[in-house]
């Protein structure tokens, strides 16, 4: 019964550990500038991504590009992250 309670324990913990990898990469500097809250105001070339019906509040076309290097202090790690609306 011991086991199976430490057992339950530990998997429990693990999410909390293995999340860090996968967090929302901010697809704009204005949603990173609101810290996430972008669905209900999402009315630029960027909300493409967090609430395509708020393109209608649009004034304007617009065209956005956007470049990230993933795990940028990880020098074995060559990821970016790409984005054009």
Known sequence: ???????ALTMMMLPAFGRAAFQ??????RVAG?????AGLSND????FYNVAGLV???SAQAEFTYAKLFAGVDEVKLSLNNLS
């Open 24 to 29: 929302d990469p901010y697809w704009s500097a």
């Open 1 to 7: 019964m011991k086991k199976v309670l430490i057992s």
């Open 45 to 48: 070339a960027g909300g493409v």
């Open 34 to 38: 609101l810290g996430g809250a972008y």
């Open 57 to 59: 509040k649009a004034e």
